[in-house]
């Protein structure tokens, strides 16, 4: 690392306060910097290609350097570089969007909110739900169940949805009334002798008695990731996600999907609620809607959950909620330019047809005395590291990811550490040679940790 004292390297250490660091190894280790961007491709400022086997955070769908979109950008920033959808104000992007957006939802949706962010997103679901439940009288029907392990960002009501200790702990979260139900990975949860299924049965059977613990009429919602990303890349049990709406249609209880990874292509659909067979009341986008060219985000809802909230800011007079950044022209822009880039260049199917092979590749190391299990679902992936059976002395669970992480960097691949398990969300653009070069990274990789571990 260049550490003179006008370096970038010591600028940043000095100056810099990084997301998702631990800063105290950052001051002694410094940081990776990024410098430019091509295809699936990140190179550093010393000049080393590394393939973005995570698309920055589960989010460039197109690659690093989709000229259509900076084009997108620059016009709409020539044309009209900002504007506000404040006290019935409009632009042509948000009208387009918002359109576009409901006429791709996977069951029939009624409006959308622009917000900037994952976060903020679902920091105003929850809003939005506690409105709605005033509007219909039912004031006490406010808590939302999430599930230990989901990842639904870290402003104050997302972060305490979120179902990880990190996130909760000394930041004074979860906030009351938000409630954390079983995390539905079978390989880590599941018991001796428990099916798949047995699970799944087990999974809902614990929200029903959640539900029934609380009071049914004091759930507004349980929101979920169709397919868990942040918290390790869990894949639903089969049956799962019947059982769970089988509970949920009992109770009047709405359905929020978390489509922040999933939406747009990632799981080899257009929406993972198609994957998996979900009927969500509302669903929550963002990353790939822009390929997070530009930080963007949306929710859209049923015209069930949107109508008692407008009534409601009728009465009041306005509704007291947005966000200066919300519907940016800029970020709606380079939205709706994306979305036509994936359905024009049919990467949704390349999703599949990819993911195939990448699921495949990884299911193939499942028998390295290092790999525990190998998951995931088109272009979103995990490989579980472990000590050995029998030699466990000497390994840091919690800490296996991060050691695994550097001999990934060392062979040219980014790849992300959650714990324990390695994660795989490489851009939908990616191609069938391209995912073998992913996966012979992976193989050395393995052979260097393992050869580090003396196995
Ligand atoms: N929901 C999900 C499913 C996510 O994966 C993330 C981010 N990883 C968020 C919400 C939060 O998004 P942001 O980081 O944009 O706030």
């Given at each position: ?22 800063p105290r190894?950052?001051?002694e280790?410094?940081?990776?910097i ?6 699936i491709y ?8 590394y ?19 900076i084009?997108a950008?620059t ?24 359109e576009?957006?409901?006429?791709m ?18 920091d ?20 939302v169940?999430?599930r230990i392990?989901g ?5 104050v009501?997302?972060?305490s949805m979120?179902?990880?200790p990190y ?11 938000i ?11 599941g018991?001796?002798?428990?099916s ?17 613990s609380?009071g ?11 397919l ?11 049956t799962?996600?019947e059982?769970?709406?089988?509970v ?6 709405l ?12 799981t080899g659909?257009?929406f ?35 109508a008692?909230?407008?009534?409601e ?6 509704l007291?909620?947005g966000?200066t ?8 822009a ?5 979305l036509?880039?994936?359905?024009e260049?049919?990467?949704v ?6 993911g195939?092979e ?8 499942a ?14 992936g995990?490989?579980e ?8 002395e ?5 800490q ?49 940790f ?5 196995v």
């Amino acid at each position: 690392m260049d550490l003179r004292p006008n370096s970038d390297e010591a600028r940043d250490i000095a100056y810099h306060f990084h997301s998702y660091t631990n800063p105290r190894v950052h001051e002694e280790q410094g940081p990776l910097i990024m410098d430019r961007g091509e295809g699936i491709y990140v190179f550093d400022t010393q000049g080393n290609r590394y393939i973005e086997g995570m698309s920055g955070l589960w989010s460039v769908a197109v690659g690093f350097h989709e000229q259509r979109l900076i084009d997108a950008a620059t016009q709409q920033m020539a044309k009209l570089p900002y504007y506000h959808n404040f006290a019935h104000r409009s632009h042509g992007p948000a009208i387009d969007l918002a359109e576009k957006l409901i006429g791709m939802a996977p069951v029939p949706m009624s409006k959308v909110f622009f917000t900037n962010s994952g976060s903020e997103a679902n920091d105003t679901i929850l809003k939005m739900l506690w409105y709605r439940s005033n509007a219909l009288g039912k004031p006490e029907k406010k808590k939302v169940i999430s599930r230990i392990r989901g990842y639904h960002g870290v402003t104050v009501a997302s972060a305490s949805m979120t179902g990880l200790p990190y996130n909760h702990k000394s930041f004074d979260l979860p906030i009351d009334g938000i409630l954390h139900t079983t995390c539905p990975h079978y390989w880590r949860e599941g018991r001796d002798g428990e099916s798949e299924e047995d699970f799944a049965t087990r999974c809902a059977e614990d929200l029903d008695a959640m539900i029934q613990s609380e009071g049914p009429d004091t759930i507004a919602a349980f929101i979920a990731e169709p397919l868990m990303g942040a918290g390790g890349v869990v894949v639903p049990p089969v049956t799962y996600w019947e059982k769970i709406q089988a509970v949920l249609g009992k109770y009047d209880i709405l359905l929020i999907a978390d489509e922040v990874i999933c939406g747009f292509g990632r799981t080899g659909k257009m929406f993972g609620s198609e994957t998996f067979d979900i009927r969500p009341d509302i669903m929550t986008l963002s990353k790939q809607i822009t390929s997070s060219y530009f930080p963007f985000s949306a929710f859209m809802m049923t015209e069930e959950v949107y109508a008692p909230i407008a009534d409601e800011a009728g009465r009041i007079g306005v509704l007291g909620h947005g966000y200066t950044g919300g519907a940016h022209p800029v970020g709606a822009a380079v939205a709706l330019e994306n979305l036509k880039i994936i359905e024009e260049r049919d990467l949704v199917a390349n999703a599949a047809e990819r993911g195939a092979e990448l699921q495949a590749g990884l299911r193939g190391f499942a028998g390295h005395p290092h790999v525990g299990e190998a998951r995931g679902v088109g272009l979103i992936g995990a490989l579980e590291i472990v000590a050995p059976e029998g030699r466990e002395e000497g390994f840091n669970p919690g800490q296996l990811g991060a050691a695994m992480n550097k001999h990934f960097l060392k062979n040219g691949l980014i790849s992300r550490a959650m714990m324990d398990a390695m994660a795989f969300c490489p851009p939908l653009i990616i191609t069938a040679a391209q995912v073998r070069d992913i996966l012979t990274a992976v193989e050395q990789s393995l052979e260097g940790f393992a050869a580090e571990m003396q196995v």
